[in-house]
C-alpha cells in the first residue's frame, strides 16, 4: 500500500522533474540550445539537489561534485560561464510549474472543521539580507540606502500542504500589497488565517463578499465603534450622522478586565466606519504572557530604533481579533487556537533558513546568486511536498503525527538520491520514498509538551499518542 501510494507520488513529480522534462524546459526558455557540456538534468542537479551553495562554495567544488556524484566531468570555467540570465529564467521556469503543476490531491488530512472550512489558507513573509551589491535590484527593508535584501511571500493550504502562491521579491516590499493580490483566488469555504503584517479592511469586505472566512488580529491604532443608542436630529428630523456611531476606548476596557478573561463585542464597525459589521474577540493576558510580550516588544523597538506610541503601549495587555465567522461556529475560546495555526508557516521558515540554508549568502555576480535562489526554491518545493505526504501517510497507516522540522532534516539527507531516482530509475525514486517513510516513523515523530495542543490537536484529527486515542472536536 505505501509503495503503491509513493508511486502516485513519482507520477506527479515526473511532470515536472524527469530528463526529458528537464530538457525541454530548458530548450523553451533558451538555456540549452545544443549539447554542451553540461546537460540541463545536470545543472538542475548543481543547483538544487547536489547539497551546494552555489554562492558558497567554489566552481572547484562544484566541479569535483559533479565528477565524484554523477560521473560527469565539467570544468570549473564551463560552470561559471553557465551561471547566466539565461540558467536563471531556466530555473525560474522550473520553479513555476513545480509551485502550479504538483496536486498532491491524496495528501489531503481529514480535520473536525471540514464540515466548515475547504482549505485552510496562511500567508506570511519570510526576509534575509543580501551582500549590498544587489541593492540596486533587492533593496532592503531597512531605512539605510545602502542594505539589501530578499523578502519571499509564501501562501499555502493547512490542510494539504500546496503551496498556493510563492512570491520572491526585495526586501523593502509590502506585505499588504501581496495579501491583495491573492483574494481573488479565494473561493466559498475557504479560511483565512493573516497576521498584522496583511491587515486591510478592504481585503476582509473583499473575503466577505466571496463567502471566505478569516480570523486575523486587530492593529491596535484602528478606531471600532458602536451603534450609538443616544441619537441626535436636526429640525428636520434628519439623524446627526455624527451621532449614529460612538468610539469605543479600548484601553478603559482593557483595565476593567481580568487576567485571561475573555470578552467579545458582536457588532462593531471599525476604522472609517463601514457598514458591515465585525465580530470583535479581546483577551486579556496573564501576567506572564505580558511580562514575556513586554520583553518582545522592547527588544523589537531597539533593534528597530523605533518608538512605540502611547496607546500602543497601553493595549499590550489585550489581544484582539478579528473574524466574520459565527460563535456558533468558533466560540470565543477556540478563536486564539485557530489563529495560532499561522505558527506552521513560521515552523517552515524555520526549516528553510536553519535547515535548507536558504539565507546564507555570499558576494557574487547576481546571475549566480539568482541560481543559488531559485535552486533552493525548487529543493525547498519538492521537499516539502515529500514532507506533507509522509505526515499524511503516517497518519492514515499508523495514526501519528509527524513533526515537520524532524522530517526536514531526514527529507534533506535523502532529497538528493530521490532526484537521481527521478532521472536514473523511477523504481529507485519510489524505494527511496518508502525509505524516508520508514525513518521518518522511526525517528520523526512529534514530541508533545505538557499543557500544549500540536497542530493535529488543534484541528481535531484523530491520531495515537502515547497508546491513547487523543479525539478533539472543534
Not at 537521481?420 to 518508502?434: M, P, Q, R, S, Y
Request: contains cysteine; proline residues 1%; glycine residues 4%.
Amino acid at each position: 500500500m505505501i509503495k503503491n501510494n509513493m508511486q502516485q507520488m513519482i507520477q506527479e513529480i515526473l511532470k515536472i522533474i524527469s530528463k526529458e522534462e528537464i530538457e525541454k524546459i530548458a530548450r523553451e526558455v533558451g538555456f540549452i540550445q545544443r549539447q554542451g557540456k553540461i546537460q540541463a538534468w545536470e545543472f538542475l542537479y548543481l543547483c538544487a539537489f547536489s547539497g551546494l551553495d552555489i554562492s558558497k562554495n567554489t566552481l572547484v567544488a562544484m566541479s569535483a561534485n559533479l565528477n565524484s556524484e554523477i560521473n560527469t566531468e565539467v570544468t570549473t570555467q564551463a560552470i561559471h560561464e553557465r551561471l547566466n540570465h539565461k540558467a536563471v529564467a531556466f530555473l525560474q521556469e522550473i520553479f513555476t510549474r513545480l509551485l502550479n503543476r504538483i496536486a498532491l490531491s491524496d495528501s489531503k488530512i481529514e480535520t473536525a472543521w471540514d464540515k466548515h472550512f475547504d482549505r485552510i489558507r496562511i500567508v506570511d513573509s519570510t526576509a534575509f539580507q543580501v551582500p549590498e551589491m544587489y541593492k540596486e535590484e533587492y533593496k532592503g527593508s531597512g531605512g539605510s540606502a545602502q542594505t539589501a535584501g530578499i523578502k519571499i511571500h509564501l501562501e499555502y493550504d493547512l490542510k494539504t500542504g500546496k503551496f498556493m502562491h510563492v512570491d520572491v521579491g526585495p526586501g523593502k516590499e509590502n506585505d499588504n500589497t501581496f495579501g491583495s493580490k491573492i483574494n481573488e483566488t479565494f473561493k466559498e469555504r475557504d479560511l483565512a488565517l493573516r497576521d498584522l503584517g496583511y491587515f486591510s479592511l478592504k481585503d476582509f469586505k473583499a473575503l466577505d463578499d466571496k463567502g471566505a472566512s478569516y480570523v486575523s488580529r486587530l492593529k491596535p491604532n484602528v478606531a471600532v465603534y458602536l451603534e450609538n443608542d443616544d441619537l441626535e436630529y436636526y429640525k428636520n428630523g434628519q439623524i446627526k450622522k455624527s451621532t449614529m456611531y460612538k468610539r469605543i476606548n479600548l484601553a478603559d476596557i482593557a483595565m476593567k478586565m481580568d487576567a485571561g478573561e475573555i470578552l467579545e463585542l458582536k457588532e462593531v464597525f471599525l476604522g472609517r466606519i463601514e457598514k458591515r459589521k465585525e465580530r470583535l474577540v479581546i483577551y486579556k493576558l496573564t501576567d506572564e504572557q505580558l511580562k514575556e510580550r513586554k520583553s518582545k516588544v522592547e527588544k523589537t523597538a531597539k533593534k528597530k530604533g523605533i518608538k512605540k506610541s502611547e496607546n500602543t503601549i497601553k493595549l499590550l495587555g489585550i489581544t484582539m481579533y478579528i473574524t466574520n465567522i459565527d460563535s456558533s461556529i468558533l466560540p470565543n475560546d477556540q478563536i486564539y487556537e485557530i489563529y495560532s495555526l499561522r505558527w506552521q508557516i513560521e515552523i517552515l521558515f524555520k526549516t528553510w533558513k536553519s535547515i535548507f540554508t536558504i539565507s546564507k549568502v555570499k558576494p557574487v555576480k547576481i546571475d549566480r546568486f539568482k541560481c543559488q535562489l531559485y535552486g533552493k526554491l525548487i529543493l525547498l518545493i519538492l521537499s516539502s511536498a515529500i514532507m506533507f505526504k509522509m505526515r499524511n501517510e503516517l497518519l492514515n497507516t499508523e495514526q501519528l503525527e509527524a513533526s515537520e522540522i524532524k522530517s526536514a532534516e531526514i527529507i534533506k539527507q535523502y532529497i538528493q538520491k530521490v532526484y537521481l531516482g527521478l532521472i536514473n530509475t523511477h523504481l529507485k525514486a519510489c524505494t527511496i520514498l518508502v525509505e524516508i517513510y520508514v525513518c521518518i516513523k522511526r525517528n520523526g515523530r512529534k514530541s508533545h509538551r505538557k499543557g500544549k495542543k500540536t497542530f493535529f490537536d488543534i484541528l481535531g484529527v484523530s491520531y495515537h499518542y502515547q497508546e491513547k486515542v487523543c479525539r478533539f472536536a472543534a
